[in-house]
Structure formats: structure tokens, C-alpha cells
């Protein structure tokens, strides 16, 4: 089984920074791409940006330039600077992972994790 357990969340004000945290663990062979991901509320959960096992980033637009992945493959951490956070920020933030684990059996078998969720809220 894999846990992920996300951390750095909190309160913050317009303009401000935070940076996200989110460590994978269990019988984790292979950790390929990894990601966050924010549901505010009301509305559905969306893409804030992900990073592939080698280094390759994709962003939401509404991010680009403000927000910057990265990874530790050492670590299996996975981190989200946050930089000029503006209000519309304000959502719980999930981590993803997606890989391949050895199941109960000792069997290889793929994964798709998530978070528990951290919030983040920016206040004007």
C-alpha cells in the first residue's frame, strides 16, 4: 500500500508564498509522475500542475509564472512553491502520485495515490 502525507499548508495573505511538501511511502518500486491538485469549494477538483519521474513539468495556466514543481526522487517528495498567492488560491490542495507498488501477494501492480488534502487559504 502507498500513503502520502502532504504538509506545509496554511494561511496566508494576498501576495504571499507557501510551499507544499508531499513525501510517498509503502512498497513503492517505481514513483513515475507526480502532482497537485485543488478543489475549492463548490467546484470540482483541478489540475495545478504535475512533473514527470524525469524532470518534465506541465502547469495549469492560471499558475504559470506564479507556482513552480519539483521532486526529490531520493526523497519521493514532491513540492509546490507557491509565489504570489492570490485569493482565488484559497482551495484544499491534493497531492498525487502515480506508480507501480508490490500489492499484499508480493504481485507488481499500479497505483494512482492521493493525499489526505491541505488548505491553503489567502486572504485579501
Known amino acids: 500500500q502507498v500513503q502520502l502525507v502532504e504538509s506545509g499548508g496554511g494561511l496566508v495573505q494576498a501576495g504571499g508564498s507557501l510551499r507544499l511538501s508531499c513525501a510517498a511511502s509503502?512498497?513503492?518500486?517505481?514513483?513515475?509522475?507526480m502532482g497537485w491538485y485543488r478543489q475549492a469549494p463548490g467546484k470540482q477538483r483541478e489540475l495545478v500542475a504535475t512533473?514527470?519521474?524525469?524532470?518534465?513539468?506541465n502547469y495549469a495556466d492560471s499558475v504559470k509564472g506564479r507556482f513552480t514543481i519539483s521532486r526529490d526522487n531520493a526523497k519521493n517528495t514532491v513540492y509546490l512553491q507557491m509565489n504570489s498567492l492570490k485569493p482565488e488560491d484559497t482551495a484544499v490542495y491534493y497531492c498525487?502520485?502515480?506508480?507501480?507498488?508490490?500489492?499484499?501477494?508480493?504481485?507488481?501492480?499500479?497505483?494512482?495515490?492521493w493525499g489526505q488534502g491541505t488548505q491553503v487559504t489567502v486572504s485579501s
Open positions: 509503502g512498497s513503492i518500486l517505481s514513483l513515475n509522475a
Open positions: 512533473i514527470t519521474r524525469g524532470g518534465s513539468t
Open positions: 498525487n502520485a502515480q506508480g507501480v507498488h508490490y500489492g499484499a501477494s508480493g504481485a507488481v501492480l499500479p497505483f494512482n495515490a
